[in-house]
């Protein structure tokens, strides 16, 4: 048993052990040039524990800033696959008392971008060329976000560009999908003019 069982989570191994990693981060950043490798070794270093994940959200935010003007919380990033939860705000409600569909529609391609982030080689950029977002029912409360990519994009060379889909949707507590988007993404080769 944890000689911290009990405490708050300001007290738990695993806020002392991201502490730790906070303070290593900038470090990190400062020495990483490329926006797809910070995030890919940021989620190693940060992914492992509850609050390295608050952390790492944190950290994303501020490197995609739009992004971070809604709050979320990554829970799960691998290739392929990318899980988030949107905690239910103030800040994010419409004045129905559900989340606004603009604060869903960014979370959602974060999601979807973000499913894509860990199969990206370094050089390696991408633009969203579309979004289409469908919204089924009203967002409330706290929703769990699922964002799925291709996984394989070997068809990349530095001279053609590869356009893909992206996919997001957004489930209530009781696991109704109450949004879904597509995005198009070009994906090319940093540096490049294709």
């Known amino acids: 048993m944890s000689r911290f069982a009990g405490y708050p989570l300001a007290f738990t191994e695993d806020s002392i052990f991201s ?16 926006p797809i490798a910070l995030i890919q070794r940021g989620w190693q270093v940060l992914g492992g524990t509850v609050a390295g994940r608050i952390l790492f959200a944190q950290a994303l935010g501020r490197l995609v800033p739009y992004s971070g003007s809604v709050p979320f919380a990554v829970e799960a990033l691998r290739p392929g696959e990318a899980a988030l939860t949107l905690p239910d705000r103030r800040a994010t ?55 799925r990519a291709p996984t394989d994009i070997s068809a990349l060379t530095e001279s053609a560009p590869l356009t893909l889909e992206t996919h997001a949707s957004a489930f209530n507590a009781a696991g109704q999908r109450v949004c879904e988007a597509t995005a198009e993404v070009r994906v090319r080769m940093q540096g490049s003019r294709a």
Do not use: C, W
């Open 19 to 34: 502490a730790r990693l906070l303070r290593a981060f900038p470090k990190i950043m400062r020495a990483e040039s490329d």
């Open 93 to 147: 409600r419409n004045h129905l008392g559900s989340i606004h569909a603009v604060a869903l529609a960014n979370v959602l391609e974060l999601a979807a971008n973000l499913a894509l982030v860990p199969q990206l080689a370094r050089g390696q950029s991408f633009i969203v060329t579309r979004l289409d977002i469908r919204y089924l029912a009203k967002a409330r409360g706290s929703l769990r976000i699922e964002g």
